[in-house]
């Protein structure tokens, strides 16, 4: 456990009360000489570092190493937290942890100094030493639509040129004002955005002249409606322009008397086990943005823990993201009689474990720290960075060796996977989308690949991960779960799509007969690999997609075997036909998509670049 968080605002105060002798070849600055205590002279400032020990075969740090002792005796080096270290684990077996030794060893540090000192730190550091930068974790923001060429960011230089406001107002259902909602507008000097007050109104301001040179406007809502995406939108400068968005209407699609599982639930046979089915004994940590627990669906989860704040243990509920309470959503909402969705594991024990915005390396270790100690069975990893971390990828290790399966997302950046999803041992999704799932004037409609589409409509999106580390790939287009303040939203993202085989995994660990046997169900890597493997087995591959996009492919209760009994598993469709179709159906059935649905053959055509 911590022993000293990094207080930003308490580093500030001190930097300022601070009355610097020497910066930049100054001698004194400049608001000590005329009086003014409100500014502070802008350096560069101190950067973070990790300072643990490297897991050498045959070699155990002892819990003292000099080392420490050393840099704590070091001018400029300030240690700001510490962390246990690994394990004890067993020179000639790994996987064994050594009952007699220590319990862990030489502790991971958190401490502060100058790039230079730190960079002298690192090079010359012992081959067992790792130092490394204490990163700041990454979440993804899926909230601006499109890329950024290097023309269009040019475009976004603050020229001196004159501007223009445009003015927007968004409304509901029956009329009704929509507070919160995002807006982005792309043209001349922007990507812009702005976000909407309780009147439901934004103001942006513009280089263009009369409008015409914007080539798209988004608006996202917060909660309760479809988003709207609006290419070449006609727009005025001298009038308030009005987007109407439509609600959300999700009970609709599905059949009277049914729980109302969505679409990526459906399609990966949630809707086929039996209904007690639901995750009981199984428990699953989240490590993201928090959880708003006042949600009517996720009041059932109260462990949590704020590792950017320890000094308020119920700072985990305010998830100011909104990601980790729709991920809570997806694994585990429960199953309200009048609720608009469920999640699929509803009954299965959740851990929340917020880390973003403002958490470090340092925070991901720690949280991984905590679900060893707390003995759980998965854990989604929801964050990201394109930095790299031994000591992190030390950490995982030793939490699948404990038995815990960690999976995550790709990454939205449409470019490598992302860490930690290139860590081997860890369960790595990337996200698929549906055609006919969404309307057609939202964002959700531009995220196919331009490549032949399977007759089930699942498609590669073009914001996701991709690269040899993906395991499997699950639904991540147009999901639709929780968010915070009670509401519901559909929102994009791998971290939905990992949500989605983090409850299909509870699924698997609590009522598997495998893995709840003796030689199967122990805590070891062995049930880890088993449940990966069984996710492999289940997953129906697409012939016509990159493997590199979609791994092994979208995990199919009903494909598990020795999962469900034989009545309720799908008869008739081995995994050639699996391969051939892209999806479970019956061998000679007719192409429904191209012969029975024209339109659909249209949207399909049109998503693969081949209709205009």
């Known amino acids: 456990m911590a022993e000293q968080k990094d207080d930003p605002g308490q580093t500030a105060r001190s930097a300022h009360a601070k009355k610097p002798s020497q910066v930049g070849g100054v001698a004194e600055d400049e608001s000590s000489r005329t009086g003014d205590k409100t500014s502070a002279t802008v350096v560069r400032r101190k950067q973070r570092y990790l300072i643990g020990f490297r897991s050498l075969p045959g070699i155990m740090s002892l819990p003292g190493d000099p080392f420490l002792e050393r840099l704590a005796q070091m001018d400029g080096v300030e240690i700001i937290r510490r962390l246990p270290g690994l394990a004890s684990m067993d020179p000639m077996n790994p996987t064994t942890a ?4 220590p319990a862990v060893s030489s502790e991971t540090v958190v401490v502060r100094m100058d790039e230079q000192r730190g960079e002298a730190l690192r090079q010359n550091a012992p081959p067992h030493v790792i130092v490394e930068i204490d990163a700041p974790l990454g979440y993804s923001d899926m909230l601006i639509p499109e890329s950024i060429s290097w023309q269009s960011a040019v475009q976004t230089l603050p020229f001196l040129r004159p501007r223009r406001e445009l003015r927007f107002r968004i409304l509901g259902e029956g009329e009704r004002p929509l507070a919160n909602a995002v807006i982005t507008l792309y043209g001349p000097g922007f990507p ?6 309780s009147s439901g109104q934004a103001s942006l301001q513009t280089h263009a002249v009369d409008g015409a040179g914007i080539h798209s406007v988004s608006v996202r809502p917060a909660a309760d409606h479809w988003e709207r995406y609006i290419r070449n939108p006609s727009l005025e400068t001298e009038q308030v322009n009005v987007i109407r968005l439509s609600p959300l209407d999700p009970t609709s699609r599905g059949i009277a008397g049914e729980r109302p599982h969505g679409w990526g639930q459906r399609i990966m046979k949630f809707d086929r086990a039996p209904a007690d089915w639901n995750g009981t004994g199984t428990k699953i940590g989240l490590i993201d943005s928090g959880c708003d627990s006042s949600h009517p669906l996720l009041r059932h989860i109260v462990r949590g823990v704020d590792l950017t704040r320890d000094r308020d243990p119920q700072s985990w509920r305010s998830d100011e993201l909104g990601q980790g309470t729709h991920c809570a959503g997806i694994v585990a909402a429960s199953a309200a009689a009048s609720s608009e969705m469920i999640g699929c594991a509803p009954a299965a024990e959740v851990h929340v474990f917020k880390v973003v915005p403002g958490g470090h390396f340092s925070d991901l270790i720690d949280a991984l720290g905590q679900c060893i100690e707390r003995r759980l069975d998965i854990v989604q990893i929801g964050v990201s960075t394109e930095h790299f971390s031994e000591l992190v990828a030390q950490k995982i290790t030793e939490a699948r060796l404990s038995g815990i399966a ?19 041992g860890v369960l790595t999704v990337s996200a698929v989308g549906k055609l006919g799932e969404y309307p057609q004037d939202t964002r959700h409609a531009q995220r196919a690949l331009p490549q ?12 996701s991960g991709w690269g040899p580390q993906v395991g499997v790939c699950a639904p991540g287009v147009a ?6 303040g009670g509401g519901y939203a559909v929102w994009d993202g791998t971290s939905m799509a990992a949500s989605h085989v983090v409850g299909f995994s509870a699924l698997l660990l609590a009522h598997h007969p495998m893995l709840q046997s003796i030689n199967y169900g122990a805590r070891a890597d062995q049930r880890v690999s088993t449940l990966y493997e069984f996710l492999r087995v289940a997953a129906i591959p697409y012939a016509q997609v990159d493997p590199n996009r979609v791994g092994a492919g979208l995990p199919d209760l009903q ?23 892209g999806t479970l159906q019956a061998p000679f059935a007719p192409p429904e998509a191209y012969l029975g649905n024209a339109m659909k053959a249209i949207l399909q055509l049109r998503a693969a670049g081949l209709w205009l």
Do not use: E, H, K, R
């Open 192 to 197: 812009a955005q702005a976000v909407t007050d």
């Open 452 to 463: 032949p589409i399977a007759f089930s409509g699942i498609y590669a999106t073009n914001f």
């Open 479 to 484: 999901v639709l779960s929780s968010v915070p």
């Open 406 to 424: 960690c999976i995550t997302g790709a990454g939205n950046t449409g470019g490598a996977v992302q860490f930690p999803g290139n860590v081997p």
């Open 98 to 101: 050594v009952s007699s030794a």
């Open 559 to 581: 494909q598990v075997p020795g999962l469900l009994p034989i009545s309720q598993q799908f008869l008739g469709s081995g995994m050639a036909t699996a391969s051939s179709l």
